[in-house]
Nanobody, 124 residues
Framework: QVQLVESGGGLVQAGGSLRLSCAAS????????MGWFRQAPGKEREFVAA????????DYADSVKGRFTISRDNAKNTMYLQMNSLKPEDTAVYYC?????????????????WGQGTQVTVSS
């Protein structure tokens, strides 16, 4: 089992920045590829970014590419999402997830453990 806890969400104006954190406990953190997903009201949960077990490889949704950066610190059992140039359409609950597999994925159905989510609201 892996327990995940997100933090760092909040209210920010358009153009601003936030950094989300995902703290993991339980099994060995660096065994798990990780991902960030988000869900806006009335919409399905969507992929944001994913990172390999080592942190050397990352993937991004087209909508956040160039603005968001995913990273992880395996020594601290923590993953991050640096969000810059935020837009109102980035408003959502952001979830971190861990996958019990070798590679990361863009599909939320392939992740096994989820945090409770943190709200990000971007005002125009």
């Amino acid at each position: 089992q892996v327990q995940l806890v997100e933090s760092g969400g909040g209210l920010v104006q358009a153009g601003g920045s936030l950094r989300l954190s995902c703290a993991a406990s339980g099994r060995t953190f660096n065994n798990y590829p990780m991902g960030w997903f988000r869900q806006a009201p009335g919409k399905e949960r969507e992929f944001v970014a994913a990172i390999s077990r080592s942190g050397n490889s990352a993937d991004y949704a087209d909508s956040v590419k160039g603005r968001f950066t995913i990273s992880r610190d395996n020594a601290k059992n923590t993953m991050y999402l640096q969000m810059n140039s935020l837009k109102p359409e980035d408003t959502a609950v952001y979830y971190c997830a861990a996958r019990a597999g070798r590679f990361s994925s863009m599909l939320n159905s392939e992740y096994d453990y989820w945090g409770q989510g943190t709200q990000v609201t971007v005002s125009s």
